[in-house]
């Protein structure tokens, strides 16, 4: 079956824009995770879906951030004011359930450039 | 909070011999799991093996094991008959036991594989 997609691949935009990426899960995977990724660091964690609601929005850095999950499957990450900083790649991860134990399917992520 | 430090940024190992990634974690809980990943140059994170904190016995996934030392709270990744398709990033992972929650990434450790 197919896996997570993310869309677009890359994006580029100037500061102060705004963009959406999209993740579409694995069909059947209730939980959805955002993760960032700067050059040279492992990911860190934005938000955690269980359904529609974010179980877990600890890892967003500002109010410049904001992710939906309206019908429990496809997710969108905005980001208002883009800025510099911004730029990393934006992952996407969906799991089977909410059990701990259950394992992370990653997608390719979207490589966001900010100029 | 939970912290994972991977204290090695690059490794290299020769086609056919085998190869150590180190790996230390720190947490207050005692059901957790830890996990490694491989991430190639597509940027997908893929899971390479899993271990509950449970289970004394090392996990073992074909050429890739581990050496889990729940004491010294140490999980190095061991592969054996390393591979050139094995190159790339290798990340370290810690996951609270319980309900679903986030993957907290260690720095990763870049591995190259020569003939």
């Known amino acids: 079956g197919a896996g997570v997609s993310q869309t677009p691949s890359n994006k580029v935009t100037e500061k102060g824009k705004y963009v959406e990426l999209r993740c579409d899960p694995i069909?059947?995977?209730?939980?959805l995770y955002w993760y960032r990724q700067s050059l040279g660091q492992g990911p860190e964690f934005l938000i955690y879906f269980q359904g529609t609601g974010a179980a877990d929005d600890s890892g967003l850095p500002n109010d410049r951030f904001f992710a939906v999950r309206p019908e429990g499957s496809v997710s969108t990450l905005k980001i208002q004011r883009t800025e510099r900083g911004d730029s990393a790649v934006y992952l996407c991860?969906?799991?089977?359930?909410?059990?701990?134990?259950?394992?992370?399917?990653f997608g390719n992520g979207t490589r966001l450039t900010v100029t | 909070a939970q912290t994972v430090t991977q204290s090695q940024p690059e490794m290299s190992v020769q086609e056919a011999e085998t190869v150590t990634l180190s790996c230390t974690y720190d947490t207050s809980e005692s059901d957790y799991y830890l996990f490694w990943y491989k991430q190639p140059p597509s940027r997908q994170m893929i899971l390479v093996i899993r271990?509950?904190?449970?289970?004394?016995q090392n996990a073992t996934e074909n050429r890739f094991s581990v050496n889990f030392q729940k004491a010294a709270k140490s999980f190095s990744l061991k592969i054996s008959d390393s591979q050139l398709g094995d190159a790339a990033m290798y990340f370290c992972a810690y996951k609270r036991g319980g309900t679903a929650s986030k993957l907290t990434f260690g720095t990763g450790t870049r591995l190259q594989v020569t003939l």
């Open positions: 991860a969906s799991s089977l359930g909410g059990m701990s134990n259950s394992p992370l399917h």
């Open positions: 069909s059947g995977h209730t939980a």
């Open positions: 271990q509950e904190a449970y289970k004394q």
